[in-house]
C-alpha cells in the first residue's frame, strides 16, 4: 500500500520545538520531491516548505523562513520538519506529500499526492 504517515507532532508552549517526521511506505520516497502543509482550523490547507528529490534545494513559506527547517533521510524513506521557536500561530494539522507531478509551482497543493492523514501540533500556554 503507497502511503505517507505522519508523526512527532504535540502540544508544546510558546518558544517550543517539535520535529515532524514523514515516513513513506510502499514506494521509494527518494524519487519525489516533498512538500509539507499545514490546515488551521476554519483555514484552508497551506504550504510550508518543501525539498527536492536530493535534498538540495529546500523552499520555505515566508512566516516560517528561521524557524522551521526541512530535510531527509532517502536511506530511511524519511522526511522531517524540524520546528523551533513555535508560535500560537503555527497551531495546525501538518500534512506531508509527494510532489508526483514535477512542476516549479511547489507551493500549489494540486501537484502533490500521496497525502499523510497528518499529524496535529498545538502551541499553547
Known amino acids: 500500500q503507497v502511503q505517507l504517515v505522519e508523526s512527532g507532532g504535540g502540544l508544546v508552549h510558546p518558544g517550543g520545538s517539535l520535529r515532524l517526521s514523514c515516513v513513506a511506505s510502499?514506494?521509494?520516497?527518494?524519487?519525489?520531491?516533498v512538500g509539507w502543509f499545514r490546515q488551521a482550523p476554519g483555514k484552508e490547507r497551506d504550504w510550508v516548505a518543501c525539498?527536492?528529490?536530493?535534498?538540495?534545494?529546500?523552499n520555505y513559506e515566508d512566516s516560517v523562513k528561521g524557524r522551521f527547517t526541512i530535510s531527509r533521510d532517502n536511506a530511511k524513506n524519511t522526511v522531517y520538519l524540524q520546528m523551533n521557536s513555535l508560535k500560537p500561530e503555527d497551531t495546525a494539522v501538518y500534512y506531508c506529500?509527494?510532489?508526483?507531478?514535477?512542476?516549479?509551482?511547489?507551493?500549489?497543493?494540486?501537484?502533490?499526492?500521496?497525502w499523510g492523514r497528518g499529524t496535529q501540533a498545538t502551541v499553547s500556554s
Open positions: 506529500a509527494a510532489q508526483i507531478t514535477p512542476s516549479v509551482y511547489y507551493s500549489r497543493s494540486v501537484y502533490y499526492g500521496y
Open positions: 510502499g514506494f521509494s520516497l527518494e524519487n519525489y520531491a
Open positions: 525539498i527536492s528529490s536530493d535534498g538540495k534545494n529546500t
